[in-house]
């Protein structure tokens, strides 16, 4: 291995375990299979003290030493700010539930969780020298990617399926990345990417197909273990496209429990998927290691609808180590979640945040879970670029209908 700063030791194939060199640039492993970073946690414990590792104004740099990015000069950050955790009280008190919170993702850079992602992709893209990103998406990744690419200079080229919502494409574009709609899903964008990659010489920054997203998501969990002053909640409802998210945060409390910055409690991990695609659900009830493709995937939720993830293993293996499951709702479901949320407490939940309260509701109500535990929902992006239900009434200035307005 050759010689790193910080407490980088390799990258490891999660997979094979096989053990790669830090300090080149990688995708996936020669197995096909996602890499993941690994630390000297020995050493960091020795040398680490959690009290000095607190969040600060730099929000996920508050964790630098626990993430690759060495040299502070090829970070590229927007203000990716610690994300609140805010109770929904009328909500869980509608199932006896007294603990249940969301911990809301929609407030940092682009409005979703992807910019912790590629926070961390680009500032690695950056050390390596690298100047020409590409990546599917279904929107948010691709709106992060286009801010966080152009923020260091690069060229940043982007596929959307046809079914991407208009204004992800239109944000994507206006920070200045060449975008396209694909008549396909996001795998088959995905694919294009791939095959790109020779004759166009960009870098594939697909969800998993490189190294360092997953290290930025892990931010997640050490920011909410701080924020539940180094504990873990019982359980976590993840809405679960790629899974980078849920496996980033498994990584994150193992990590923690090694540095003893935590106990040996997990929470229950609990994959939310869309009934219009849910492969890992599928995969989760047949008691497979991988999920197979799921064909005419369609949900309002853009940000789950993905048929196929490279890492679905991972997801299901953290699902099943950790005593959760899998569970999918139904657009109607997601909706009406939604809807409850922001008028019982004020919180406007994403479609798929919503999917995770429509989850926790179906599971509660099926004894799959105890609405006393101490629950976690993660919105991993705002509300507002997606439609919403119209609104009809309307005043004419030149004759006020009070007795409209009074029994409104
Ligand atoms: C990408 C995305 C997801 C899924 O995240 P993964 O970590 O890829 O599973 C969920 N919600 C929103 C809003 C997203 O943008």
Excluded at 208 to 234: C, F, H, S
Excluded at 284 to 295: D, I, M, V
Excluded at 308 to 318: M, N, S, W
Aim: charged letters at 20%; hydrophobic letters at 45%.
């Amino acid at each position: 291995m050759g010689i790193t700063m910080g407490y980088v030791t390799h990258l490891e194939c999660s997979a094979t375990g096989e053990k790669f060199d830090p300090n080149t640039v990688h995708n996936l492993s020669p197995a096909g299979k996602p890499l993941l970073v690994r630390y000297d946690l020995e050493r960091m414990r020795a040398e680490l003290d959690r009290d000095a590792q607190t969040l600060g104004p730099d929000g996920l740099w508050s964790y630098a030493a626990l993430l690759p990015v060495d040299d502070p000069a090829h970070r590229v950050s927007l203000g990716e700010i610690a994300t609140p955790l805010l109770p929904l009280p009328r909500t869980g008190a509608r199932l006896n539930a007294a603990r249940l919170w969301t911990k809301d993702e929609g407030r940092l850079p682009t409005g979703s969780f992807k910019a912790r992602g590629m926070a961390l992709a680009v500032s690695m893209a950056k050390r390596f020298g690298l100047t020409r990103l590409a990546i599917p998406t279904n929107g948010n990744a691709g709106a992060a990617m286009a801010a966080y690419g152009r923020a260091a200079g690069m060229e940043v080229f982007v596929f959307c399926p046809e079914e991407t919502p208009d204004v992800n494409v239109r944000e994507i574009a206006l920070q200045g990345a060449k975008v396209w709609r694909v008549n396909g899903q996001i795998d088959q964008c995905g694919a294009i990417v791939r095959d790109g990659k020779e004759r166009m010489g960009w870098f594939d920054v697909s969800t998993l197909k490189e190294p360092y997203r997953i290290e930025g998501k892990k931010t997640m969990g050490l920011e909410l273990a701080e924020q539940l002053g180094w504990n873990v909640p019982d359980a976590i409802l993840y809405p679960t496209g790629g899974g980078t998210g849920l496996i980033g945060m498994w990584k994150a409390f193992d990590e923690l429990e090694a540095l003893g910055w935590i106990g040996p409690k997990r929470p229950k991990m609990i994959a939310v998927q869309a009934t219009g695609c849910a492969p890992i659900v599928r995969a989760w009830q047949e008691g497979t290691e991988h999920a197979t493709r799921w064909e005419n995937a369609a949900t309002v939720a853009s940000g789950i609808r993905v048929p196929q993830a490279v890492g679905d293993f991972l997801i299901l293996r953290a699902v099943r180590d950790s005593g959760g499951f899998a569970i999918a709702v139904d657009d109607d479901a997601i909706m009406a979640a939604q809807a409850d949320a922001a008028r019982d407490d004020g919180v406007l939940l994403g479609p798929e945040g919503a999917a995770t309260l429509a989850a926790w509701r179906a599971a509660v109500g099926n004894g799959q879970l105890d609405p006393k535990a101490h629950t976690v929902l993660f919105n991993c992006g705002t509300p507002l670029k997606y439609p919403m239900p119209p609104v009809s009434r309307s005043l004419n200035l030149d004759a006020i209908d009070w007795d409209a307005i009074a029994s409104a």
